[in-house]
Nanobody, 124 residues
Framework: QVQLVESGGGLVQAGGSLRLSCTTS????????MNWFRQSPGKEREIVSA????????YYATSVEGRFTISRDNAKNTVYLQMNSLKPEDTAVYYC?????????????????WGQGTQVTVSS
């Protein structure tokens, strides 16, 4: 079992920045591809970004490429999502997710463990 706890969400003005963190406990963190998904009201949950076990490869959704950066620290069992130039359309609950399948991006049905989510609200 892996427990995932997100932090760092909040309210920010358009153009601002936030840094999300997801700290894990349980099984070996470095065994998992780590992902950030998001879901806004009335929409399906979508992949935002993913990073391989070693951190050597990353994936970004087109909507966030160039603005968001995913990284991980295997020594701290933590994955991060640096979000810059935020837009109102980035408003959503952001979820950290762990997947044992070593292919990017992770599909929803391939996620093994989910965090509880953290709200990000971007005002215009």
């Amino acid at each position: 079992q892996v427990q995932l706890v997100e932090s760092g969400g909040g309210l920010v003005q358009a153009g601002g920045s936030l840094r999300l963190s997801c700290t894990t406990s349980g099984r070996t963190f470095s065994n998992y591809v780590m992902n950030w998904f998001r879901q806004s009201p009335g929409k399906e949950r979508e992949i935002v970004s993913a990073i391989t076990r070693s951190g050597g490869s990353t994936y970004y959704a087109t909507s966030v490429e160039g603005r968001f950066t995913i990284s991980r620290d295997n020594a701290k069992n933590t994955v991060y999502l640096q979000m810059n130039s935020l837009k109102p359309e980035d408003t959503a609950v952001y979820y950290c997710a762990a997947a044992s399948r070593p292919v990017l991006p992770t599909r929803l049905r391939e996620v093994d463990y989910w965090g509880q989510g953290t709200q990000v609200t971007v005002s215009s």
